[in-house]
């Protein structure tokens, strides 16, 4: 059996793991931000292939959150998206390239990135219940708990509350299932779901074709693009990238896989994600990263092999292709609320990689690095982590 590629159910089902960290934000930047669904799908799925044959373990794509939450947030111009993906791309490729990551990955104490993952689940968890309680921006920007449900409650309860819940317990069930793994079966449910409930939104447009994405759609963008995608989403961007996608994901990616990760270094993550970057600011996708909260959702629903990977981008690539710009129908059939089902699920294994610390100074930094996260956000969180965690190496000090 090859170690690096399986193609079965778990794998499958790891593939659908991370979704709902990939379609709240890019559907927010679809139809906040301008930039076309054809183009965002078909550079996640080359992404997805791309760095499971490189990497040879699953390995999960996101899009970068500093960058995508601000432009939701604040309908910035799909031009300014582009410029931070280059920006993005030329900043990771020096790191990377220059092996400066290996130097910042060694003085990196474990307790830190102990606490970016134990941050990056909570937040995860956190999502999830907006997206089941129906008080995620995107949800906020629709109007309605479940946009693409024409049932909004059932008598005083909402009806995300109640697909949420039943999928939980449902999840909870089958979590361990190898007949029926559970990122499956939530996502197939909530698809039967959406066909049954659902406002079927872009359905009757359904046609069948082969599409391309357009070279640069929104031509290169200008000197004053760059320079302000620079300042107000690089800059905030690239601690977070640096402290999750690479040091956190590296440092689980070993631990998950510590006899087929060899090729999962830190100089290898950033030279990844800044190959991503340039094809998402030539082809019209989104600013895309790996990261430690997506590689946790992969594995805790089944995915061992890079063949999750291939998977993941023949879904990606396929809906792409075959229906352009109508694929979002498809992704409209998933209750927001089967998202964040599987959002939580993601989180709570990441976050319980904090039980390898043992000594109290040990478990005062991640918890620090949180509390720091939640008042502000992890790129502070990351920085002060390690500041604190070498301060806390004097023995004249306790806590």
């Known amino acids: 059996m090859n170690r690096y590629f399986q193609f079965n159910r778990m794998e499958l089902a790891g593939s659908l793991g991370d979704l709902g960290t990939i379609l709240p934000l890019s559907l927010g930047m679809i139809i906040i931000n301008g930039l076309d669904p054809l183009s965002i799908f078909f550079c996640i799925g080359v992404y997805y292939i791309y760095s499971g044959i490189y990497f040879r373990v699953t390995a999960p794509v996101e899009p970068m959150k500093v960058i995508g939450a601000y432009a ?46 134990l941050s990056t689940g909570v937040l995860l968890v956190v999502q999830g219940v907006k997206l089941m309680l129906g008080d995620s921006k995107f949800q906020a920007m629709k109007g309605a708990a479940e946009p693409y449900l ?37 996502t197939l449910l909530g698809i039967v779901t959406g066909l049954m409930l659902g406002t079927h939104e872009g359905l009757d447009k ?4 082969v599409n391309l994405p357009s070279l640069l759609p929104k031509g290169i963008p200008s000197i004053a693009d760059f320079a302000s995608a620079f300042v107000i989403l690089v800059l905030p961007q690239l601690p977070m990238t640096l402290g999750n996608a690479v040091i956190a994901n590296g440092d689980l990616s070993k631990e998950y896989f510590p006899n087929t990760s060899d090729r999962v270094t830190y100089s290898g993550l950033c030279i990844s994600m800044a190959a991503a970057n340039f094809l998402s600011f030539f082809l019209g996708g989104m600013p895309m990263c790996h990261g430690a909260g997506g590689l946790a959702s992969r594995y805790r629903f089944g995915a061992r092999t890079a063949g999750s990977n291939i998977l993941s981008g023949i879904i990606f690539l396929g809906l792409a292709v075959f229906l352009g710009q109508h694929s979002l129908s498809i ?69």
């Open 206 to 209: 359904l046609r069948i074709g």
């Open 331 to 399: 992704f409209y059939l998933i209750p927001m609320s089967a998202l964040g089902v599987l959002l939580i699920f993601a989180g709570s294994q990441l976050a319980l990689t904090l039980l390898d610390m043992k000594t109290r100074k040990e478990l005062f930094v991640p918890i620090m690095v949180l509390g720091i996260t939640l008042a502000s956000n992890l790129a502070v969180g990351f920085i002060a982590g390690i500041a604190l965690a070498y301060v806390l190496k004097s023995k004249r000090l306790g806590v």
């Open 72 to 117: 939701v947030a604040t309908g910035i111009s799909a031009s300014q998206l582009y410029a931070s993906s280059a920006l993005v791309g030329i900043s990771l490729l020096l790191i990377g390239g220059t092996h400066a990551i290996t130097v910042i990955g060694r003085y990196v104490p474990k307790p830190v990135i102990r606490g970016v993952q």
């Open 150 to 186: 024409v049932i909004q409650n059932l008598g005083p309860l909402s009806v995300g509350v109640l697909i949420g819940v039943a999928l939980a317990v449902l999840t909870l069930l089958l979590l361990d299932n190898k007949r029926i793994p559970a990122a499956l079966a939530v």
